[in-house]
């Protein structure tokens, strides 16, 4: 129940394209749902985050989409660039007390020029 | 303002040897965790402090990995001894209280 679904495993997208990444959750616990970039050799940086209470955020070029009912959210990357070429990861945070973030497994973004 | 800082960036060692990593988290942020993450996966929670205090250590393998948060600030994790599944690239992170989330760039161990 503590667990974070993602897919794809990898995505390969035409530079202008867009870039659809999906998670699901079982816990209705969690609170906050954050998505992180990493590239590599570097720790995940923050992009951009929703809460429950909230139907979509949008922050430039990317997109959260929050389905509540369904416990689905989806990141979704507007004319993607070969910048944004990394490794993502989608996590929701436990509230309460302690707060504490489960990741998931990943999504390899290769963004073609 | 200055991120997180870790080091070191680069560690190997043999198995059954010890190693200890340190972060300092962004000033002002009472929450710091330590994760790891294996290649290919999302970052696990090994530890979480709330100022020096820990708030969920459920994840930690306790007979070979500890870790200190002395004075709330800064934090070290050792390992004790090392077995070769522990290369992995271990990442601290650091909160206002819970929040958002900031990491470091991580100390890669191989264990040989």
């Known amino acids: 129940q503590q667990q974070v679904k993602q897919s794809p495993q990898s995505l390969i997208v035409q530079k202008g394209g867009i870039s659809i990444i999906n998670c699901a959750y079982e816990?209705?616990?969690?609170?906050?749902f954050p998505w992180y970039q990493q590239f590599p050799g570097k720790g995940p940086a923050l992009l951009i985050a929703i809460r429950p209470d909230v139907s979509e955020k949008k922050e430039g070029r990317f997109t959260i989409s929050f389905n509540k009912s369904a416990k689905q959210f989806s990141l979704h990357i507007m004319d993607s660039q070969p910048g944004d070429s990394a490794t993502y990861f989608c996590a929701a945070r436990r509230g309460g007390y302690g707060q504490n973030f489960v990741f998931g497994p990943g999504t390899r973004l290769s963004v073609l020029p | 303002e200055a991120g997180v800082a870790q080091s070191p960036r680069y560690k190997i060692i043999e198995k059954r040897q010890s190693v200890a990593f340190w972060c300092n988290p962004i000033s002002g942020h009472a929450t710091l965790y330590w994760y790891q993450q294996i290649l290919g996966q999302g970052p696990k929670l090994l530890i979480q402090f709330q100022n020096n205090g820990v708030v969920d250590d459920s994840q930690l393998p306790k007979d070979r990995f500890s870790a200190e948060r002395l004075k709330g600030v800064d934090s070290t994790l050792k390992i004790q001894p090392a077995k070769l599944e522990d290369s992995a690239v271990y990442l601290c992170?650091?909160?206002?209280?819970?929040?958002?989330?900031?990491f470091g760039p991580g100390t890669r161990l191989l264990v040989l």
């Open positions: 992170a650091s909160s206002l209280s819970g929040g958002a989330q900031y």
């Open positions: 816990n209705t616990a969690f609170d906050y």
